[in-house]
């Protein structure tokens, strides 16, 4: 069974920029999730989907961030423009039931 | 809501040596219990996970953690460690729904040879 996929792997971009993320969950999975991990810090939940539907976005600066997930399948994650602040691992999720299964994040440093 | 309280930031421990992680979890419902690793610049991976029935929970790589429902606690324990795995390991909960997971904040465990 394939995993979480998600690109790229690594990010490099001004402050101000735009950068934007994918990922393609495990077949059949209906939640997507996006997580926001802060070096040093746990992860923290930006925005979850059931199936193409928004079902929690609270935390999820939406003045820069957006997410968007077509056709209840693969997701990407937009930041638009970048903060410093924002360098952080990007992982996504997917679940069919309780346990989540991430992909192997997205390293964005903005400088 | 839920929340999570990983007491230690940071476990040194020799090789072929137990170790205990700790975690606390705060919730007025009943718990979703989850362990996961992350080893350097990859995701997370389960380790184990409580959902229901027997207490005590069996995870990979010789880990296994024990649900205590009075004490609100789900601590993480292998009799013997080795140096792989020196990872950062995370606890989590979520409700009975299984949506919205909260992380605690991690704890990194080095093991030295």
């Known amino acids: 069974e394939a995993g979480v996929a998600q690109s790229p792997r690594y990010k490099i971009i001004e402050k101000r920029q735009s950068v934007a993320f994918w990922c393609n969950p495990i077949s059949g999975h209906a939640t997507l999730y996006w997580y926001q991990q802060i070096l040093g810090q746990g992860p923290k939940l930006l925005i979850q989907?059931?199936?193409?539907?928004?079902?929690?976005d609270s935390q999820l600066p939406k003045d820069r961030f957006s997410a968007e997930r077509l056709k209840g399948v693969d997701s990407t994650l937009k930041i638009q423009p970048a903060k410093l602040e924002d360098s952080a691992v990007y992982l996504c999720a997917s679940s069919g039931t309780a346990e989540q299964f991430f992909g192997p994040g997205t390293r964005l440093t903005v400088l | 809501a839920q929340s999570v309280t990983q007491l230690d930031s940071q476990v040194p421990v020799f090789e072929e040596a137990p170790v205990e992680l700790r975690c606390n979890y705060s919730?007025?419902?009943?718990?979703?219990l989850f362990w996961y690793v992350q080893y350097p610049n990859q995701g997370l991976q389960l380790l184990l996970k409580?959902?229901?029935?027997?207490?005590l929970v069996k995870g990979i790589n010789g880990f296994e953690a024990e649900f205590n429902k009075s004490q609100t606690s789900f601590h993480l324990r292998k009799p013997s460690v080795h140096i792989s795995d020196t990872a950062e390991y995370f606890c989590?909960?979520?409700?009975?729904?299984?949506?919205?997971?909260?992380f605690g904040t991690g704890t990194s465990l080095t093991v030295i040879p």
């Open positions: 409580y959902l229901s029935g027997s207490t």
């Open positions: 919730s007025s419902v009943s718990v979703y």
């Open positions: 989907f059931q199936n193409n539907g928004v079902v929690d």
């Open positions: 989590a909960v979520t409700g009975p729904a299984g949506n919205q997971f909260y």
